[in-house]
Structure formats: C-alpha cells, structure tokens
C-alpha cells in the first residue's frame, strides 16, 4: 500500500457522462497530481495542485477539471465523456509543491467509456 | 522541447543478464531525472534517481548513468531477475514551483528465466 488512495478502483460509463475520480493524499503529503495513462501516450501530466491551490497545469481538457479540498483530498471531474477518455488515471502526492525526492502513485482508476 | 524520448519499448533480456533502457531529452532546464518502475495493476514507483551534477548513481542492482553534454541518461539492471518484469519509466523535471514530470513512453522488460 503506497498511502495514495483512489477511488473507485474501476469506473465504466458511457459516452456523454459525467464522473467524478477521488484521491486521498498521503499522510502529511500537501501536493497532489492528476495522470492519464493510456496505451497510445504514456502517463500525461494533467494538473497539480499544493495545499489547496492550483500550481500547475498539463494537457488537461476543458471538460476536466479538478480540485484539493481542505482535507486536502483531491477530485478529478471528467464531463461530456468520449471514448478517447477511457484510460488509467493516475493521482500522486508529494510533501513539497516541487518534486525534491520523487512522489508517490496510487493504484489509479480504470475508467471505460462506451 | 519538453519531451523525453525513451528506448527500446520492449526488452527481453535471460536472467542473470544486464537490463539497459536509454532516455533523451531536449531541455537543458531538467535537472532531476528519476526512473519509475509499474507492474501490471499498479502505480509507477519510484525505482532511483538523479541529478545533473552526478554522472552514476547506484541503488543494489539498478544504477543511472547520465551524460549531460549528450542530454541523454539510462537506467541499468545487473544481475536481472524475473521479479524485475515490469514496466520502466523514464522521466524529468525542473525543481522549482511545481513538481511536474514529463515521462518518457515506457519500456517493457521481460525477464526470462
């Protein structure tokens, strides 16, 4: 167990819907980052955020987008869903807002659109 | 100029063999470069990794040579196991105001006993 925790572990929905994939950082971990991982593009940055506060963005889609609550629990809202968007996404989660000593990865969500 | 390019993309090496997986980059800001390894259902981990002002790093089997003139760093594994049958990663980032990776497009090794 990594201490990244994502839910729901496997998610299938069809094409046009909304859903919603949670994180929950690491103990004492303030940074959480959002990655796709599909076949054909590799693991693609898509936005960090540190202690509440957006910090960086990747090649994330309009119809994304996400949040860190004061918990510091992270939400990743994928809308309007294309079959393009079926892939592995990934969170993780660093102490600091840069990446001094590398960050650790949750066992990500599958999601399927059909 | 913000890719990391990364060979082969696959590998097959017999156990006991040396495991060699290469990555380029472009951008002379990089300046840390770790190496993520991934089993199947599972999230990249954090295998080693380096810093422009060191030319080796060594961790047990895994060692990271890095040649900054040529931009270019590689991960090798001695001695390979077939537990060490996964999915390597390469990547890079600038230390500073996030912790953004830029990763290269995978290496799958195969680790035949």
């Known amino acids: 167990d990594s201490g990244v925790t994502q839910t729901p572990k496997h998610l299938i929905t069809a094409t046009g819907q909304r859903v919603t994939l949670r994180c929950s950082p690491r103990s004492g971990d303030l940074s959480v980052y959002w990655y796709q991982q599909s076949l054909d593009q590799g693991l693609q940055f898509l936005i960090q955020?540190?202690?509440?506060?957006?910090?960086a963005k990747g090649n994330i889609l309009e119809r994304f987008s996400a949040q860190q609550f004061p918990d510091l629990h992270s939400e990743l809202n994928l809308s309007s869903l294309e079959l393009g968007d079926s892939a592995l996404y990934f969170c993780?989660?660093?102490?600091?807002?840069?990446?001094?000593?590398?960050?650790?990865f949750g066992s990500g969500t599958r999601l399927t659109v059909v | 100029q913000q890719q990391v390019k990364q060979s082969p993309q696959s590998l097959i090496v017999q156990k006991g063999g040396i495991s060699i997986i290469n990555c380029a980059y472009e951008n002379t800001a990089f300046d840390y470069f770790p190496w993520y390894q991934q089993f199947p259902g599972k999230g990249p981990a954090l295998l080693i990794a380096?810093?422009?002002?060191?030319s080796e790093k060594k961790e047990g089997r895994f060692t990271i040579s890095f040649n900054k003139s040529a931009k270019q760093f590689s991960l090798h594994i001695m001695d390979s196991q077939p537990g060490d049958s996964a999915t390597y990663f390469c990547a890079a980032s600038m230390l500073g105001n996030t912790g953004k990776l830029i990763f290269g497009q995978g290496t799958t090794l195969q680790v035949k006993p």
């Open positions: 993780a989660s660093s102490p600091r807002v840069s990446n001094n000593y590398g960050y650790t």
């Open positions: 955020y540190y202690n509440g506060e957006e910090r």
């Open positions: 380096i810093r422009p002002d060191v």
